[in-house]
C-alpha cells in the first residue's frame, strides 16, 4: 500500500494553531491551517472535561486521485 500524506494541526485556540507534523506538502500543510481559520469558534466541550483550557490535534489525511 502506498502511504498516503498526512498533516495533523494542533489547535491551542482558535486564534493559536501549527502544523505538529507536517505531511511533506507545504501546500497541504497550509491547507489544513485554513480549515482551522475558517472556525468561527469550537463547540463547548463536556461539562466533565472541566473548564479548559485545551489542546487539540486534529489530523488531516489527503487522498489523491
Given at each position: 500500500?502506498?502511504?498516503?500524506?498526512?498533516?495533523?494541526?494542533?489547535?491551542?485556540?482558535v486564534v493559536s494553531r501549527s502544523v505538529t507534523r507536517?505531511?511533506?506538502?507545504?501546500?497541504?500543510?497550509?491547507?489544513?491551517?485554513?480549515?482551522?481559520?475558517?472556525?468561527?469558534?469550537?463547540?463547548?466541550?463536556?461539562?466533565?472535561?472541566?473548564?479548559?483550557?485545551?489542546?487539540?490535534?486534529?489530523?488531516?489525511?489527503?487522498?489523491?486521485?
Amino acid at each position: 500500500a502506498v502511504s498516503q500524506p498526512a498533516s495533523t494541526v494542533s489547535v491551542h485556540s482558535v486564534v493559536s494553531r501549527s502544523v505538529t507534523r507536517s505531511s511533506g506538502y507545504p501546500a497541504l500543510d497550509a491547507a489544513a491551517l485554513q480549515v482551522i481559520d475558517g472556525f468561527d469558534r469550537l463547540p463547548a466541550p463536556p461539562a466533565t472535561m472541566g473548564a479548559g483550557p485545551f489542546d487539540l490535534s486534529i489530523p488531516f489525511n489527503y487522498r489523491f486521485k
